[in-house]
C-alpha cells in the first residue's frame, strides 16, 4: 500500500541514447495515491505495458525516478519494491496444485503456515476456487488458470500496488462482466492501488476511478470517466472513448463562432486568442449532435445510414468531405438523406493541434 | 460400392515393399533362422530348437554367463552415463547466454564433439589417454597418478565414462536449451514478482518445463549407451581382460571372432528384444506426459 509518484520518467528499449521520438514512454511526471483504483488505457504499442514493467521493476527505466511513499525504488528489484502483477496470460505453476500455486508468493515470503491457509482460504473463495485447491492446476481450462494468476497477485496483503496487464484477455465474455466486478469489489474490500492496463474502453471506464489515456509513448489525459467523456483533454481522447468516437470536424474559429465549410455554429465560450499557425478543429460527441429536417439555419448533411444500437439510433452522416455521426431523436423521418445537424453549444470544444483550447465563458 | 477401382497404386507401394523386405525382413528372418540352427560352415545346417535360447538365458552355461556379466556391465554404464550427462547438461544449459553472438558460438561448440565420428573419437581418446605419448595419460602420470587404460580396470572404465560424457553431454545440454528457450518470459517475470528463489525458479518453472525433452535426451542417451561399440572398441577394445566388454563388443566376438552364428543370432535377438521393450515403455510414458498437459475439466 503505497503512493506510487512518477517522476520525468521515460524509458526506451533501444538504450538512454536513442531519438527522443523514439522512446516507447516519453518523459511522464505522475501520482498515483493510495488505494486508487487506475486503468491505463490505449491501443496496443502505446507504452501501456512498458509504464507497468516500469512500476512493477522488470523493466528499468532509462531515465526518471519512481517513488513509493517518497522513497526512490527507481534501482529496487521486484522483489524488493513488494509489487504484484497479473500477465496478460496465465502463469501457472506446472508441478503444483491450485493451492500451492497460491501460495507459492507468500511462501516464497516466509509468511508463517497458518496465516497462508487462511489468506489462501479467502482468495479462493473469492474468485471460486475452492473446489479446485488440491487439483493439479496444469489440468483445467484457461480461464481457471488466469483465475489463479489474479489469486496469486491478490493472496499478499501488504503490496505497494497490484498490476493487472489485460488480465482478462484469454477470458470468455460472460466471465469478464464477472471478473471485473469482483476485481472492483476487491478493490474496495482490500484497500490496494491497484493499475489496470487494457485496450478496452468499457473495462477501463467500469474498472477504474481515475483512467490514465496513452497515445504514442504519452500520457494524453488522466481523470474520471466523466472527465474523459465531458471534455477529452485530446482529440485522441475524444477519438478513442465514446462509442462512436467524438466527432472532430476542421473549422476556423473566431471568437464564439466556427465555421465549418462556411456555415457558422454558435459557442457558448469565446476563443479570442488561439495559437497562431496551428490546426484548429472543433470537437463534438455524438450524442450532442442531432439530425433534424433540412431548414435555413442548421449546417446541412447527408444522411449515408442509420446505425441502431438497441437503445439509441446514430446517424453517420457526411459534411462536404468531412464524416461525422449524429444522433436520431426518436421519431424522425425524412423522405430523402438531406438533413440538417443541430448542436448543442456548450458540448462543442475546440482543439488546436490536437489539444483542447479552454474557452472564456 | 461405385467407388473405382486402381490397382495402380500397387507399383507405388511395391517399391517401399522390395526395400523394406531387403533391409529389414529378410535379414531379421536369417538371423531368426540361425538362431534355431548349428552350422559347422560348408552351408550344414542342423536344426537346435531353442537351444541357444535356453544356453543365453542359462547363467551357468559359458554363453549365458559373458551374456549376462556384459548385460549387467551395459546397465551400469548406461546409469553413470546418464547419471553424469543429464545434471551437467541441464547445468550447462542452465549457464547459457540467453540471447546476442555469444549464444551461436556456445552452440558451435557444443555441437562440435557430436559432429565427429565415433571411431574418430575412439581414436583422439585412445591417443589422449597413452601413458608414453598421450597428453592426458603423461600428464597424469607425471603428477603422480598411475594411470594406464590399458592394464587397470578402473583406468579403462574412467576412460572410456569420461570420453563418453565428452561426446553427448552436449545433446543433452542443446535438447534442454531448446526446452528452456521455449518457456515464454511470463514466467520469469511472474516468479520475480512471486518473489521465488533461483532454486525455486529451477524446480516450478524450469525443470517442469524441460522434463519432456530430458525424457527424450535420456531416451536417446540410454538407447546409445546401450548399443555403445565404436568409440570403447577403439580405445580398450573390450578390456583389460573382458572389464569395458559391452553387449555388442561381446556380440561381434561371439559372431565374428568364434563364428558362433547360431549363439550370435540368438543373443542379438534378445538384446533387439530388450531395446524394443525399453523404447515401448519410454513412449509409453512419454505419451502419458504429454496427456497430462491437456485441460480435461474446467474450473468455470
Redesign the interface.
Known sequence: MARIDLVDLAHSYAGNDADPESFALKPISMTWRQGGAYALLGPSGCGKTTLL?LI???VTPSRGKILFDGVDVTSF???KRN???V???P?I????T?GQNLA??LK??GVAGPEIAARVAEIAELL??T??LD?KA???????KQ?I?LG??LVRSDVAAVLFDEPLTVIDPE?KWELRSKLKALHRALDLTMIYVTHDQTEALTFADTVVVMHDGRVVQSGTPEELFDKPAHTFVGYFIGSPGMNIVPAEVRGREARIGGHVIALSRGYDKLPAGAAIEVGVRPEFVSVAPPAPGLLAANIERIDDLGRVRFARVRVGDAKLAARVPPGFSIPDSSAGLVFDAARVHVYADSRLVEGVL | MDKTVNQKAWFLVLPVFLIVAFSAVLPLMTVVNYSFQDTFGNNQFFWNGVGWFKELLDPSTDLGSRFFASLWRNLFFSAVILAIEVPLGIVVALSMPREGWRVAACLVILALPLLIPWNVVGTIWQIFGRPDIGLLGYVLNNIGIDYNYVSNEFDAWATVIVMDVWHWTSLVALLCYAGLKSIPDAYYQAAQIDGASRWAVFTAIQLPKMNRVLLIAVLLRFMDSFMIYTEPFVVTGGGPGNSTTFVSIELVKIALGQFDLGKAAALSLVYNLIIIIVCWVFYTVMTNAGADRKPNQGAA
Open positions: 514493467n512493477s521493476g522488470i528489484s521486484t522483489r509489487i504484484s502483477q500477465f496478460q496470460f502463469v505453476y506446472d508441478t503444483m491450485v507459492f508468493p516464497n515470503r471460486d476456487l473446489p479446485y487439483r496444469t489440468r483445467l481450462t484457461a480461464d481457471a483465475k494468476s496469486r497477485g466471465l
